[in-house]
């Protein structure tokens, strides 16, 4: 009887002990509560599994629950994450997938927050929040390499076309002439060292000419304001001359309103006293005595009388 009482007693205490151990490996009264939240990655996920850390600038918060394509847009990956609550999830939060050393292990890597940034919240559409992606390092590299490759190729073909079969002809002409006027220049080197020589000798005498220019161009400035100060004087004289002309005019112009007819009338006196002295002069040829005694009367001749005197004896003619 003891030890059937004892097995029993046995049996529970192991089933106890197994029940405790299952309860606490399970989480039990320290189990751990989580946040969904979910990220849409617009990258592939290779190598992403499901519960896959989740770190939060290295210290693992949460773990990847659920991996799907999105139905809207087969290009994207829906990724959801629960994340242990009170970790600091805000809207400038992001997420970026990294691998673990050289086992290529993917997980994500959230970070990039700030204490300044609200809490991040689910929206109207979507059942969870929505945590922002970034494009993971071996994308950007893919990216950067793409783009070097491109130039890299664009860099080939113009290198390609550069070097021609025409081009290295063109090339090797020129590489020639090149070679000829160098050639050329070797042989004409002491005359060209007289030209330089000669330049030389130039460009002193245009200095010297131009240190004694300078005396002669303020000599032509002091001549330039001396012919402008006697333009101004032949203005003003020309002013002064406009002023006489028109004083000149004003009495020009009296004189012949008032002084030309007395000149005319005195004219045609002289006039008349040349006629007068002419007709005298003429006088005192003829007769000079006339001039004297005056006119002597002119005998009369036969058959003419003085009115008013009887006729004379002597001037009587007819019969006894």
Known sequence: MNYTVVGAFVLMLGAALVAGVLWLASGGALRKQYDLYLAIEDESVAGLNLNAPVKYN???????????????????????????????????TLAVLKTQGLTGIA??????????????????????PVIRTKASLSTRL?????????????????????????NREAFSRALADMATVSHTIAARKDTLDAGIASAS???????RATAQLGPVIERIGRSAES????????????????????????DVQRFTSETLPELQR???????????????????????????????????????????????????????
């Open 227 to 250: 012919v402008e100060k006697l333009g101004d004087a032949a203005a003003l004289a020309s002013t002064h001359a406009g002023h006489a002309v028109d004083s000149v005019g004003a």
């Open 142 to 166: 893919e990216n950067v390499l793409t783009t070097v490759l491109a130039k890299l190729d664009s860099t080939s073909r113009n290198i390609d076309a550069i070097l021609s079969d025409q």
């Open 58 to 92: 290295g210290v693992e918060v949460g773990k990847v629950r659920d991996i799907r394509l999105d139905p809207a847009n087969p290009e994207r990956v829906r990724l959801l994450f629960a994340i242990e609550r009170g970790t600091p999830i805000k809207e400038d």
């Open 107 to 128: 997980y994500v890597e959230l970070g990039g927050s700030t204490g300044d940034a609200p809490p991040l919240r689910a929206s109207a559409h979507e059942s969870y």
């Open 201 to 207: 000798r130039t460009f002193d005498n245009t200095a």
């Open 266 to 320: 005195l004219l045609g006196e002289l006039n008349v006293l040349s006629g007068s002295l002419r007709r005298l002069s003429d006088q005192a040829e003829r007769n000079p005595a006339g001039v004297l005694f005056g006119r002597t009367p002119v005998p009369e001749g036969p058959g003419e009388h003085t009115a008013g005197t009887p006729p004379t004896a002597s001037t009587q003619k007819g019969p006894p």
